[in-house]
């Protein structure tokens, strides 16, 4: 699949009057991803920031000079696979040594394997690597999320219910 310049930006015109926060197109030579009101700089194998919206594959033109909606602004992330992830970072007053809980796909979040049960965790509660802390609903299916690290539950930033976003933070956790 070839994507050229001006069907990219009537791609992007489109969904910027959406509300779509997140589209991504997958073929053998690229994947791209587009998100809204999310700043990305990929960056190479070496480590060092790359041009920002450089595509690999077909879509072989820079975007960043293009005249492109501005409400909001859909920024652009082409990487080949693997896919480029966007850094977490922490609103200010949080403290830094804290570990998020991030979720892994869009769908529902649960913090008890049925409505009539206790949830997985609680703030102030003890965690251990492996632990499942809560339930993400995804096309009918039930994704048990685990904790990465030990330690203590500071926050828990989703309401029992709630849909969400790939890459949210769902929890908040001081390692041990």
Known sequence: MALDINQLRDLLAAIAQTDITELTLKSDDFELTVRKGVSITPTSDSGEASTPYQAAGSVGVPISGSTIPTAPTPVLEVASTPAATVPSVPPPGVDQKWEEINSPMVG??????????????????????????????AMKLMNEIEAEVSGQVMEILVKNGEPIEYGQALMRIKPD
């Open 108 to 137: 529902t979040f649960y913090r008890a394997p049925a409505p009539d049960e206790d949830p997985f965790v609680e703030v102030g509660e003890r965690i251990s690597a492996g632990q499942t802390v809560c339930i993400i609903e």
